[in-house]
């Protein structure tokens, strides 16, 4: 029986997906078609895969489009061969929209052109049609159905790429016009803090050399100065996210700048510390401090997160001409709430965190042309993943 506004309980139960498909007509029927194509589709897969990205890289806005040019390309067509594959192999399931709705996310972080997708999908649509074409078979009707299917299956990842580059699109200016109030409003009252601040440290400073050998009114001076660092250390880091300082860009050996922070973040001696392959990487060309800024915050919470006897793994490995640092702990991970406004100010999974160490390294590693990300670790944890550029562009 019809609900309000012409939906029916079928319809308000469906998840996206489930519509996307009824709207395409998608059924059984496409889904065999779409296996039937697909052993022979694949041994074309490399050669279609090479004309997508030529086509990309003879077309200067798509080429540039592309994080890393031309030195990324060969990752990118073994990405696409495994798109084609679960494109025709299926299963078609709500994993398959998951796994389709990343690729959405992706283009918003590279700012990738939403043309270029439909120009993307048009080469495709005609590679597997001509596939389709020269199937030979004794069901009359075969190639019919799979170009149907081909051209469905494709008009539903459009549909879903689109759906997920607009959702985040949206999120994105959302976050902007926030950060910008926050910026207004941090920097106001950072500024106001400073002042009383200062005027407290002089002060405790003089009663300091005044205040003789009594040994409980020194314990209460030393406490105040703790506790006085940890304010000033919070206005820093709130002014720190609003602060738009040209990089100050110097040969940075990363192996060097862990090993500085390591020190100065001792670990508990039942901790389990492993670091590999971080010597072996080559130096950058990077601000020096806030690189030690972003690898200081990551260590820190990994320890945080570990506990007294929990393990922190760092990695890292060349990817082109980028870098790649993983920080990873055996903590309890993020949970789902928290993991979407996990890189946004304030936000924290630290009991007494301000939460604004992550903010602040997806700023400074933004700013050096590179990327940071969050995985889940294989057997429970988090991983952070830091992507920078070895040579920094002259802005």
């Known amino acids: 029986m019809p609900l309000f506004h012409g939906y029916d309980s079928r319809r308000i139960l469906e998840t996206l997906f489930q519509e996307l498909r009824r709207y395409v007509d998608w059924g059984p029927a496409d889904e065999r078609a779409l296996s039937g194509l697909h052993p022979h589709a694949a041994p074309h897969f490399w050669r279609i895969a090479e004309a997508f990205y030529d086509r990309i890289l003879a077309h200067e806005g798509a080429r540039e489009a592309l994080v890393g040019g031309e030195s ?43 043309h270029y997708m439909f120009g993307a999908m048009n080469l495709l649509r005609r590679e597997l049609g001509t596939v389709a074409d020269g199937v030979v078979s004794s069901e009359e009707g075969s190639v019919h159905r799979a170009r149907v299917a081909v051209d469905k299956i494709l008009d539903l990842e459009l549909a879903i790429m689109l759906h997920t580059y607009r959702e985040d699109l949206i999120a994105q200016q959302k976050q902007h016009e926030r950060l910008a109030t926050f910026g207004q409003l941090v920097g106001s009252i950072g500024h106001e803090l400073r002042n009383p601040l200062g005027v407290i440290e002089s002060s405790l400073y003089i009663l300091d050399s005044r205040i003789g050998t009594d040994e409980r009114a020194k314990k209460h001076v030393t406490r105040i100065g703790e506790q006085l660092r940890v304010a000033n250390g919070t206005v820093t880091a709130l002014l720190d996210m609003i602060r738009d300082r040209p990089l100050q860009r110097e040969k940075v050996v990363l192996a060097d700048t862990l090993d500085s922070v390591l020190q100065s973040l001792p670990s508990p001696p039942e901790l389990r510390l492993v670091v590999e392959a971080v ?107 830091v992507v920078l550029p070895i040579t920094v562009p002259i802005a």
């Not at 990118?76 to 990343?102: H, I, N, T």
């Not at 992550?358 to 969050?374: D, K």
């Open 72 to 114: 990324r390309v060969g990752q990118l067509k073994v990405s696409l061969v495994a798109w084609m594959e679960r494109l025709l192999a299926g299963p078609w399931d709500e994993e398959y929209f998951q796994l389709r709705c990343r690729i959405g996310r992706i283009h918003v972080r590279i700012a990738l052109p939403q």
């Open 279 to 385: 010597t072996d990487l080559p130096a950058i060309n990077a601000d020096a401090f806030q690189i030690r800024q972003v690898l200081a915050n990551l260590v820190e919470n990994a320890l945080y997160a570990a506990g007294a006897t929990g393990e922190v793994k760092i990695t890292a490995r060349v990817v082109g001409e980028f870098v790649e640092l993983a920080v990873e702990d055996s903590g309890p991970g993020v949970d789902t709430q928290t993991l979407r406004r996990l890189f946004e100010p304030l936000v924290s999974t630290k009991a007494k965190g301000i939460g604004l160490g992550l903010a602040l390294v997806r700023r400074i590693v933004t700013g050096h042309g590179g990327t940071v990300r969050y995985e889940t670790r294989t057997g429970g944890g988090a991983r952070f993943v």
